[in-house]
């Protein structure tokens, strides 16, 4: 599987019962309500309507799929997350869950998700769905995270299918809007990670995972994350600019962006020594996730209050 040897596990955690709490850890619970959020709010913004029990059921699919990708990601990681301080104490890494139990959570979710949302949606919506799953759980996992520093750019792609799969089961079709919605969390995605990166770069490097701090070093970092804050904001002004919003959006798109761009400015630019907190860093960090639930619900507001 991966690059990095499973660490010996005791036979008295082998045999440790998971009880449902840790299936819902397999699921990356904090992580999904970001999905699940951005999800609704494309399926809430776009034009026309949906039926509640569908706009439901579409809603449910997306959470459904990201878990099954999130369990098929930590499957695939056991070993990995085992080295590393933030993951170690995940169900499988500890024992308390075998790996096959975990492998076939993850394909029974990511397949009742794509099932259910063809079946009471439509294929079109599913098929993103379907795609979003592979991505994340074979694009990015295995392929991309092991062997790039660019993993997370190119896999951002994976968590920014939500508000296009939830526009998609209203409007039935792929237009401009969508499209910049997805862009936005794609470019959202390297600033937001890396920053994070950046002070828990030691768990990176001794799971052996190539992260742009361990490879280029934290200076290539900075600026890589200045680089992306920088085109990230004039993208989240095009749905503005292309007439899919009003002005709510777009004001509210504005002065978040050069927030964003504001707090990344002394990330880009500091010199941090081995011993430092890191303050600015982990102050975008926290910024970036607020900024992304405020962005989609001033598109939700704008949708609302102008239609």
Same mark, same amino acid.
């Given at each position: 599987?991966?690059?990095? !040897?499973?660490?010996?596990?005791?036979? !008295?955690?082998?045999?440790?019962?998971?009880?449902?709490?840790?299936?819902?850890?397999? /699921?990356?619970?904090?992580?999904?309500?970001?999905?699940?959020?951005?999800?609704?709010?494309?399926?809430?913004?776009?034009?026309?309507?949906?039926?509640?029990?569908?706009?439901?059921?579409?809603?449910?699919?997306?959470?459904?799929?990201?878990?099954?990708?999130?369990?098929?990601?930590?499957?695939?990681?056991?070993?990995?997350?085992?080295?590393?301080?933030?993951? !170690?104490?995940?169900?499988?890494?500890?024992?308390?869950?075998?790996?096959?139990?975990?492998?076939?959570?993850?394909?029974?979710?990511?397949?009742? !998700?794509?099932?259910?949302?063809?079946?009471?949606?439509?294929?079109?919506?599913?098929?993103?769905?379907?795609?979003?799953?592979?991505?994340?759980?074979?694009?990015?996992?295995?392929?991309?995270?092991?062997? /790039?520093?660019?993993?997370?750019?190119?896999?951002?792609?994976?968590?920014?299918?939500?508000?296009?799969?939830?526009?998609?089961?209203?409007?039935?079709?792929?237009?401009?809007?969508?499209?910049?919605?997805?862009?936005?969390?794609?470019?959202?995605?390297?600033?937001?990670?890396?920053?994070?990166?950046?002070?828990?770069?030691?768990?990176?490097?001794?799971?052996?995972?190539?992260?742009?701090?361990?490879?280029?070093?934290?200076?290539?970092?900075?600026?890589?994350?200045?680089?992306?804050?920088?085109?990230?904001?004039?993208? /989240?002004?095009?749905?503005?600019?292309?007439?899919? /919003?009003?002005?709510?959006?777009?004001?509210?798109?504005?002065?978040?962006?050069?927030?964003?761009?504001?707090?990344?400015?002394?990330?880009?630019?500091?010199?941090?020594?081995?011993?430092?907190?890191?303050?600015?860093?982990?102050?975008?960090?926290?910024?970036?996730?607020?900024?992304?639930?405020?962005?989609?619900?001033?598109?939700?507001?704008?949708?609302?209050?102008?239609?």
């Amino acid at each position: 599987m991966s690059t990095v !040897s499973n660490p010996p596990v005791s036979a !008295s955690a082998v045999q440790l019962p998971a009880d449902w709490r840790d299936f819902v850890a397999l /699921t990356k619970p904090r992580v999904m309500s970001l999905v699940v959020f951005t999800g609704l709010c494309g399926l809430l913004a776009a034009p026309g309507s949906i039926n509640p029990v569908l706009g439901f059921a579409a809603i449910l699919c997306i959470a459904l799929g990201a878990g099954g990708a999130a369990a098929l990601n930590q499957w695939w990681e056991a070993d990995i997350d085992a080295l590393m301080k933030r993951t !170690s104490r995940r169900p499988l890494p500890t024992g308390r869950m075998a790996r096959t139990d975990a492998r076939d959570f993850g394909v029974a979710l990511s397949c009742i !998700s794509v099932g259910i949302m063809g079946l009471a949606i439509h294929w079109l919506a599913a098929a993103v769905l379907a795609v979003s799953i592979v991505y994340y759980a074979v694009v990015y996992t295995i392929w991309l995270k092991p062997r /790039t520093p660019q993993n997370i750019v190119i896999g951002g792609g994976a968590g920014a299918f939500p508000p296009l799969i939830g526009w998609i089961a209203v409007t039935g079709e792929i237009t401009a809007m969508p499209v910049l919605l997805f862009a936005i969390i794609f470019l959202w995605t390297p600033p937001h990670f890396w920053a994070l990166a950046l002070f828990v770069r030691s768990d990176y490097a001794n799971a052996g995972i190539p992260m742009l701090p361990v490879v280029a070093g934290q200076a290539a970092t900075r600026r890589q994350i200045l680089i992306y804050t920088l085109v990230l904001l004039p993208v /989240t002004l095009a749905p503005w600019a292309i007439g899919g /919003t009003g002005a709510i959006y777009g004001i509210a798109a504005l002065a978040l962006s050069a927030a964003f761009t504001v707090l990344a400015l002394p990330v880009a630019f500091r010199r941090s020594g081995a011993d430092d907190p890191m303050r600015p860093e982990k102050r975008l960090f926290g910024f970036s996730i607020i900024y992304l639930f405020a962005l989609f619900g001033a598109l939700v507001a704008d949708r609302m209050l102008l239609a």
